[in-house]
Structure formats: C-alpha cells, structure tokens
C-alpha cells in the first residue's frame, strides 16, 4: 500500500513487508569483517521472565493472565477512531479475563494511514501536524490517553508497540558515501564507495523540539534502500567518517540482518542512545503503560536492546515492566541464545509454536498431535514465551502469510489458553468481526475457552497423548479453584467419538463432569479418579466439574 512511497521515502513499503520468514545463509564473498554473531549464552541464573514481570494480574495472583492484540493491520472504524473503539471495549475486555492489551505503534507514521510501523516520530502521539495530519491512522493523542486511563480503571495493562529498529518519511535528501551491498548477502559489496543521496534527515518541523530536540541525520543510520540521485533500489550501506557498517549484534540471516527496511537505525551511535533511552520512560509515564513488544528484535542490536531494556524499567521504576521481543523465526535454536543472553530481562513469542500450529491446520489428520509443542520454546522455555495463535502479520496476503486454519484454529488456542505453559495472547481478527479474517464460529468458540480459561485452566497438567489424532490432558485445579479436562482432534469429520480414559484424581472420585464446549454430555468419575472423557472428530472438547 506505501508504493507511492518509493522515491519519497526511499523505502517500498508494501502491506505485510516486514521480514522473511526464513533464509538461509548466502555464499559469497564478504567485504565488512566478520558476519554477525548470535548473542553469548550466559547463566540464566535471574529466574524465568514472565515470574519476574507485571501480566495485570496484581489483585488476583492466581489468575490466569491473557493478553490481546488489540488491532489487525488493515484495522479501521467508519464510526469512531480505533482509540475510541479500544475504550469502549475494554470493560468487556477485563469481564472475559484479559489482564493486557497490546496496543498498535502510537506513533506518528510516514504516511496517513500508517500503521506506525512507518515509524516517523516517536515523540508524537497524534498532537502535532506532521505527515498531512495532526491524529494518527488510530486516533488523536487525546483520545489514546482516554483510552488508557479507562484501562486503568479496569484494571488492563496497555502494552506499547515500540518501533525503534528503523525510520521513515524523511523531512529532506541529504548527500554521504555509500556502498551496495547484496541483498541475499549484505556482507558482500556489490560497489565501490560512492556518493549518493538518501531521504535521512528527520527534521520534525511539525512538533518544535518538544519532548526532543533531536534532529536526525545519515550519521544516525547504516543504511537505506533508495538513492533518490540515480533512483534505484536497493540495499545500500552508509560509509564514511564515523560510520562503523552494520551492527555485528544482529540476526545471521543474509550474512547479517542489521538492515530490515526504510532507513536502519545505528543503536551504536550514543545520540540515537540517549533519545531512546529518554524516551521508554516517557511513553510509560505518559500513558500508563505497563510494558512494550519490541518489535524486529533480530534486527537491532542486542547490546543496546537489553541496555534499553534494564535501563527503561530502572528510569522508570517499574522494576516489573512487561517486555516480549518479536523474533522471526520458526528455528527454536536461533531463539535459545537471545533468551540465555536476556536473563530474564525479556520474553519472546513462541513463533516456532506458530509454524508448527500453522503446519497441523494445513496438513490435517496427517500431522502427528503429539509433536506440536516438539521443538518449541513452550517445551524447552516455558517461563521465557508468549504464545500465540496468529497476529497481524500472519493473515493471508502478508509478506509472513502463515494462518492457522480454521480446521485447526480452536484446537490451537484451546492448546494455547487451556495449557500452562507460556503466556498466551489471542489475536483480535479471531476475536471481533473485520474483513480480513474474521469467522463467527471461530469466534464464538474462542470466546468459550476464554472463559473456560478464565475458570477452570488451573493446576498441574498430565498429559493423556493416546494417538496421533487425538490427544488430552488434565489440569489438576488448586485449592481455590477447579481444574479441567481437555482433547484435540484433528481427525476428519467421518469415525466415531474419540474416547480417552484420564485421571481427575480420587479426590474427584464420585464427581459428574459436564462438557463446556457442547451440552449435554456427562462423564461419572470412578471410585479412583478416572473417568471415560470423548471428543467429536476435528475439534476440541472440555470437561469440567459439575456445579
């Protein structure tokens, strides 16, 4: 949608154009150094990270935390801004048992209709005229602050998008030393050193220096993708004085993924420091917030992402500041080292847990359920994840097109939100009608396992895996509340009733079980605990006690 931004903004920023799923590393010849390192494993002796963090579950320790991503990228009201649509959602919100909402980047975009991955100005929220308009494509600044004040007083934590891996919507051309390098390669220089003139000066005529008298420049970035001069595309690595090339504390995809899109931002330089490090205080004074999703984490510098990190939740003092990096990667081992490295200061999705969800819905009953969590951080680092289903850059049409379909979908999230491990967050076009992808039985179904989640998804958890096609498990509850029963097929329509006999332990002994997705079906508890739990081919079914 941003192809009228090309020459403009020396970036192509196409709906979905955001990172590559996967890549393997390119052969050829490398001119800067060395290639990019992954992060030193350390002793992860701080504890889990999620222990360690605010999930807006302060009152009520014991509950179930859930998070929603509350917007879809191509998310928009006729009726009101999409501000005024999270306020008035929100008491509905908190009633269903969501603790955090994960808001999109309230920052002022290069476009009018930016989502705020855009990212021109992080200082302005929707008060300045900047870009054609003062609000942004989710509202005014005024409206956002309602927005969050009535997530206070409902006791939901708002979670910020934080952009802060690149720039776009320059203010002016300026001219500097470059080099193009291989897009497949970006360690392989395709040029020599040679002048060329980039859309880098960021000059915020619109907000005057308040928040931030910052101005950017070339010497602030190590790259772009567009020389205005000869008009051409491509990845092009800023040289000259001060200039170190890209950051060796990045991603290893295509030699080094320091560059992602739009102008790099070079987390080295102690300016672009001292601005970001001034500004995650301000954004959670300013509205609130509780915590952040860093976006493109694999594209910055991991050195100076964790120094953001630690030094936002001491400036602030919030000492349980919530933070969950964006790792794009379906290779669990890519994701181990960040985690080690992190100690705790930061959680990550569990994209591996994605693909893999993404895999069942696509192959059907030929995919073996007792691998799905095989290889995942839910499996190997439970403390340490954020599980989801899908997100906005998963829907069909995205660049990281990966959606869990609707065969499989209330299986995943009943995976997800039934399960113990990790901290789950649902996704707002499986929640809330939209064009994109929304279903109303997916829906509805989503909306009872929250409950059901919100009720009974408590205690230890046994695991009854009796087939590939089929498989439960039983949360044991707590002494304050009750536990569950839980199966998931995958199994075409056609075939009897699948039958799984589980323990409920003999303390249940007696006890009737009702079905929570279905009426009507009963199961009596023997004389030990066990009980004789079914479930319909291709869905989910979940017994909980009867009242």
């Given at each position: 949608?941003?192809s009228?931004?090309?020459?403009?903004?020396?970036?192509?920023?196409?709906?979905?154009?955001?990172?590559?799923?996967?890549?393997?590393?390119?052969?050829?010849?490398?001119?800067?150094?060395?290639?990019?390192?992954p992060?030193?494993?350390?002793?992860?002796s701080?504890?889990?990270?999620?222990?360690?963090?605010?999930?807006?579950?302060?009152?009520?320790?014991?509950?179930?935390?859930?998070?929603?991503?509350?917007?879809?990228?191509?998310?928009?009201?006729?009726?009101?801004s999409?501000?005024?649509?999270?306020?008035?959602?929100?008491?509905?919100?908190?009633?269903?048992?969501?603790?955090?909402?994960?808001?999109?980047?309230?920052?002022?975009?290069?476009?009018?209709?930016?989502?705020g991955?855009?990212?021109?100005?992080?200082?302005?929220?929707?008060?300045?005229?900047?870009?054609?308009?003062?609000?942004?494509?989710?509202?005014?600044?005024?409206?956002?602050?309602?927005?969050?004040?009535?997530?206070k007083?409902?006791?939901?934590?708002?979670?910020?998008?934080?952009?802060?891996?690149?720039?776009?919507?320059?203010?002016?051309?300026?001219?500097?030393?470059?080099?193009?390098?291989?897009?497949?390669?970006?360690?392989?220089?395709?040029?020599?050193?040679?002048?060329?003139?980039?859309?880098?000066?960021?000059?915020f005529?619109?907000?005057?220096?308040?928040?931030?008298?910052?101005?950017?420049?070339?010497?602030?970035?190590?790259?772009?993708?567009?020389?205005?001069?000869?008009?051409?595309?491509?990845?092009?690595?800023?040289?000259?004085?001060?200039?170190?090339?890209?950051s060796?504390?990045?991603?290893?995809?295509?030699?080094?993924?320091?560059?992602?899109?739009?102008?790099?931002i070079?987390?080295?330089?102690?300016?672009?420091?001292?601005?970001f490090l001034?500004?995650?205080?301000?954004?959670?004074?300013?509205?609130?917030?509780?915590?952040?999703?860093?976006d493109?984490?694999?594209?910055?510098?991991?050195?100076?992402?964790?120094?953001?990190?630690?030094?936002?939740?001491?400036?602030?003092?919030?000492?349980?500041?919530?933070?969950?990096?964006?790792?794009?990667?379906?290779?669990?081992?890519?994701?181990?080292?960040?985690?080690?490295?992190?100690?705790?200061?930061?959680?990550?999705?569990?994209?591996?847990?994605?693909?893999r969800?993404c895999?069942?819905?696509?192959?059907?009953?030929?995919?073996?359920?007792?691998?799905?969590?095989?290889?995942?951080?839910?499996?190997?680092?439970?403390?340490?994840?954020?599980?989801?289903?899908?997100?906005?850059?998963?829907?069909?049409?995205?660049?990281?097109?990966?959606?869990v379909?609707?065969?499989?979908?209330?299986q995943?999230?009943?995976?997800?939100?039934?399960?113990?491990?990790?901290?789950?967050?649902?996704?707002?076009?499986?929640?809330?009608?939209?064009?994109k992808?929304?279903?109303?039985?997916?829906?509805?179904?989503?909306?009872?396992?929250?409950?059901?989640?919100?009720?009974?998804a408590?205690?230890?958890?046994?695991?009854?895996?009796?087939?590939?096609?089929?498989?439960?498990?039983?949360?044991?509850?707590?002494?304050?509340?009750?536990?569950?029963?839980?199966?998931?097929?995958?199994?075409?329509?056609a075939?009897?009733?699948?039958?799984?006999?589980?323990?409920?332990?003999?303390a249940?002994?007696?006890?009737?079980?009702?079905?929570?997705?279905?009426?009507?079906?009963?199961?009596?508890?023997?004389?030990?605990?066990?009980?004789?739990?079914?479930?319909?081919?291709?869905?989910?079914?979940?017994?909980?006690?009867?009242?």
């Open positions: 949608m941003f009228d931004l090309h020459k403009r903004f020396a970036n192509v920023f196409r709906p979905g154009h955001r990172r590559t799923q996967s890549a393997a590393r390119p052969a050829g010849g490398a001119s800067q150094a060395a290639a990019a390192a992060p030193p494993a350390v002793h992860h701080a504890g889990p990270g999620l222990s360690r963090m605010r999930l807006g579950t302060e009152d009520d320790p014991e509950q179930n935390p859930l998070m929603i991503e509350f917007f879809t990228w191509d998310a928009l009201r006729d009726d009101m999409w501000w005024q649509h999270l306020e008035q959602e929100l008491p509905e919100l908190a009633r269903m048992g969501i603790t955090q909402v994960w808001i999109p980047p309230p920052n002022k975009a290069a476009a009018k209709t930016g989502r991955y855009d990212a021109y100005d992080i200082w302005d929220l929707g008060e300045f005229d900047q870009k054609g308009m003062v609000r942004t494509r989710w509202g005014s600044k005024e409206e956002l602050l309602r927005a969050c004040h009535t997530a007083q409902v006791k939901v934590d708002v979670i910020v998008d934080a952009v802060i891996n690149h720039k776009l919507g320059a203010d002016r051309v300026e001219t500097f030393p470059a080099v193009r390098v291989d897009t497949q390669n970006r360690l392989k220089e395709l040029s020599k050193v040679h002048e060329i003139e980039g859309w880098t000066a960021f000059d005529p619109g907000r005057g220096g308040k928040y931030s008298k910052m101005k950017w420049t070339q010497e602030h970035f190590t790259g772009l993708d567009w020389d205005q001069r000869t008009q051409q595309q491509g990845i092009y690595r800023i040289a000259g004085k001060g200039h170190h090339g890209w060796r504390n990045v991603g290893t995809e295509f030699g080094n993924y320091d560059y992602l899109l739009g102008v790099d070079d987390h080295r330089h102690p300016e672009v420091q001292e601005d001034r500004w995650g205080p301000w954004m959670l004074e300013t509205l609130g917030a509780a915590g952040f999703r860093i493109a984490a694999k594209h910055i510098d991991y050195k100076f992402m964790l120094q953001w990190i630690t030094a936002t939740r001491r400036n602030a003092q919030e000492p349980r500041m919530f933070c969950v990096c964006e790792f794009w990667s379906g290779d669990v081992k890519l994701i181990l080292p960040y985690i080690r490295a992190f100690e705790g200061e930061a959680v990550f999705f569990d994209v591996p847990l994605h693909m969800l895999e069942a819905s696509r192959k059907r009953e030929r995919y073996d359920l007792r691998d799905l969590t095989s290889s995942t951080l839910s499996r190997l680092r439970p403390g340490d994840c954020v599980t989801f289903v899908d997100n906005h850059d998963t829907v069909e049409g995205m660049d990281l097109e990966s959606w379909e609707e065969n499989f979908k209330i995943a999230y009943a995976l997800i939100l039934l399960r113990p491990e990790g901290y789950p967050c649902i996704f707002y076009g499986d929640l809330y009608p939209n064009k992808c929304y279903n109303a039985n997916t829906a509805a179904n989503l909306r009872r396992l929250i409950e059901a989640r919100r009720l009974y408590y205690g230890p958890v046994q695991d009854y895996n009796a087939g590939k096609n089929c498989i439960g498990f039983v949360r044991g509850g707590t002494a304050r509340r009750p536990g569950c029963v839980v199966l998931l097929s995958n199994r075409d329509e075939g009897p009733l699948h039958t799984i006999r589980m323990n409920v332990g003999p249940r002994a007696g006890a009737i079980y009702r079905s929570y997705m279905t009426q009507g079906g009963e199961v009596q508890i023997d004389a030990h605990g066990w009980g004789e739990f079914s479930c319909f081919a291709n869905a989910v079914q979940v017994w909980v006690p009867a009242e």
